[in-house]
């Protein structure tokens, strides 16, 4: 249960810096992905339940907010969130690794739906403008981001096991 208010603790307080704070230190007009940066880290910690619940979470919110369509960007997290769950038994991959990919993914798949659909081919503008800015600032920002889910993960995992 703690678990539970801890993970939409983190979701909402992400949601409101990428969507307040981050806006005013977007750089060449893009934002870091924080709520990617938060399913990516519940997937590969938790497994792929975790990831799939955190990331429709993170993507309905997403979409409520800002979404055309509602439920788009909730699939697009919670496969995200799904995919990096099977890397929870892998542990040489970095979690940096999985960001830049999830990242890279989610931008292509943000492409297709949203603008190849409408008919705007110019894919390598939108990969030099927008997907290649945002997954390096996106990487920069989740080496700390990850750092402080991690000790917030094991600080819960020593309270549970206490309790047991």
């Known amino acids: 249960m ?26 060449a007009g893009v934002v870091p992905n924080l709520l990617l940066i ?3 880290a519940a997937g590969y910690m938790h497994g792929r339940t975790n990831g799939i619940y955190v990331g429709l979470a993170c993507g309905l919110l997403v979409d ?10 909730g699939l697009m997290y919670m496969c995200i969130g799904y995919l990096n769950g099977y890397a929870h038994k892998i542990y040489f991959t970095m979690p940096i690794i999985l ?9 292509f798949f943000y492409y297709v739906f ?3 659909l409408r008919n705007r081919l110019n894919i390598l503008f939108y990969l030099k403008r927008v997907i290649l800015p945002e ?23 020593r309270s549970e096991y206490k309790e047991v």
């Open 2 to 27: 703690k678990r539970f208010f801890m993970s939409l603790i983190v979701i909402i307080v992400c949601f409101l810096l990428q969507s307040t704070v981050f806006q005013s230190l977007a750089i």
């Open 38 to 40: 938060v399913t990516v």
């Open 64 to 73: 409520i907010c800002y979404g055309d369509v509602i439920g788009l960007f």
């Open 99 to 107: 960001v830049s990919i999830s990242d890279f993914l989610y931008g």
């Open 114 to 116: 949203l603008f190849l």
């Open 135 to 157: 997954l390096i600032y996106t990487v920069v920002v989740s080496i700390v981001l990850y750092k402080i889910l991690h000790i917030l993960n094991v600080k819960l995992e």
